[in-house]
């Protein structure tokens, strides 16, 4: 009875001990080793897989807001006003930037984007900004 007495109290010091080493943050400096310089190595290849890649770029003609209660409305010969008028630019986004303005036409009986502009960083954070 005595040992097992004892066992227990020993588990529970060792328990505070590891309690009171839980509460103290340890930290240990590091050193890195500098990194070998290379020469520079041409992307040549590397820039081809990505010249390669399909993306994905949206064109919005337009957009409107309704109610759910309308929307819940809507069915085949239904019409949603949107707020462009016909006279102005599509924007094209890739991803969620938008890079390019352009006008909606018609090529082989499918609809086409003829491009207007090229947006640089500053016009694309520009327009962000107002939005």
Same mark, same amino acid.
């Given at each position: 009875m005595a040992d097992a007495a004892n066992a227990v109290e020993e588990k529970q010091d060792l328990q505070e001990d590891m309690s009171q080493q839980d509460?103290? /943050?340890q930290a240990q $400096? @590091?050193?890195? $080793?500098?990194? @070998?310089?290379?020469? +520079?190595?041409? %992307? +040549? %290849? $590397? =820039? *081809?897989v990505l010249l390669a890649m399909d993306v994905s770029v949206t064109v919005v003609i337009g957009q409107t807001e309704l109610p759910v209660k309308r929307l819940l409305q809507l069915g085949p010969g239904s019409v949603l006003k949107l707020d462009k008028s016909i006279d102005e630019a599509a924007d094209l986004y890739l991803r969620? /930037?938008?890079?390019? /303005?352009?006008?909606?036409? @018609? @090529? *082989? %009986?499918?609809?086409? =984007?003829? =491009? /207007?502009q090229i947006l640089g960083l500053n016009d694309s954070a520009a327009r962000a900004a107002q939005a």
């Open positions: 509460d103290k /943050t $400096s @590091v050193e890195f $080793s500098e990194a @070998v310089g290379t020469e +520079a190595v041409t %992307g +040549a %290849g $590397s =820039i *081809d969620d /930037t938008r890079f390019a /303005t352009g006008n909606v036409v @018609v @090529v *082989d %009986g499918r609809f086409a =984007i003829r =491009i /207007t």
